[in-house]
């Protein structure tokens, strides 16, 4: 069973990368802006908002699996990436629904200022986990970023987090062998969000870097799970 443990590092690694500029939008001197509780209350209601975060998988990559899996094979093919898209509606609403399965719920005066801070997206990183006798194979994440979707544009668009979060967990084969999982939460600003997002329809990569990193397209079919309007 995972268990996540304590908050391993944080790491301040702020800015966009950009062709022939860089940006830095984080001041930690600066009052950010938060979401009003009458504010997270009119975006949860809008039909189709996800009161989790948008959950997007490697779902070619875990099909392999789970076959391999079904036909008896000690197989590297793992579970894929995944990650977790939240916005500070969808982070809030996340945090009220795991209070509110353990019999504690929450007030919003129980809430952090870096919870309702809406100048920050959060993406958190699952790692590509394998079966439990194949510990040696599989990915831990190394790195998140923001990218252009366009086929030129991801290569100097890029907004790097303003700062992650590592996470850690063991998991523990048949045959007594260990192996230690990594995932983060990367913090981006909202105004990068912006640059590298298409121009015309609002949507971006979110790369998880590693040996083999892999692509999800944040898409406009997307949009309602996060509470955006969808660009006309």
């Known amino acids: 069973m995972r268990q996540f443990a304590a908050i391993l590092a944080v790491l ?3 800015g966009i990368t950009h062709a022939q500029e860089t940006k830095i939008t984080f001041d930690p001197t600066v009052g950010r ?32 699996g789970a076959i391999a899996r079904a036909g008896g094979e000690v197989n590297t093919h793992g579970t894929g990436f995944s990650i977790d898209v939240c916005t500070a509606a969808n982070w ?15 007030s919003w005066a129980d809430l952090t200022e870096d919870d309702k ?4 997206l959060r993406i958190i990183g699952y790692p ?34 303003l700062r992650i ?11 007594g062998g260990e192996r230690e999982w990594i995932g983060m ?20 990569l979110v790369t998880v870097a590693a040996a083999n990193e892999k692509n999800f397209k944040i898409k406009t079919k ?9 660009k006309k």
């Not at 009458?38 to 996800?50: D, L, M, P, T």
């Not at 040696?136 to 907004?159: M, P, S």
């Not at 979060?165 to 045959?175: P, R």
């Not at 997307?222 to 969808?230: A, I, N």
């Open 165 to 175: 979060e590592l996470l850690s967990w063991n998991d523990i084969n048949n045959l």
């Open 33 to 64: 802006p938060q979401l009003t509780e009458a504010g997270y209350q009119q975006i949860i209601s809008r039909k189709g908002f996800n009161k989790k975060c948008l959950h997007l998988s490697d779902a070619g990559r875990g099909f392999l």
């Open 185 to 204: 939460v990367a913090f981006f600003s909202v105004e990068d969000l912006e640059i590298v997002r298409d121009k015309k329809k609002g949507e971006f």
């Open 117 to 120: 801070d809406s100048s920050v």
């Open 128 to 161: 590509d986990e394998t079966t439990t006798l194949n510990l040696k194979d599989g990915q831990n994440v190394e790195h998140i970023v923001l990218r252009h979707h366009g086929k030129k544009e991801r290569k100097t668009l890029i907004a790097q987090p």
């Open 12 to 14: 301040a690694i702020a």
């Open 92 to 106: 809030i609403a996340r945090r009220f629904g795991e209070a509110a399965k353990v019999y504690k719920p929450l």
């Open 222 to 230: 997307h949009f309602d799970d996060l509470g955006w309007p969808k």
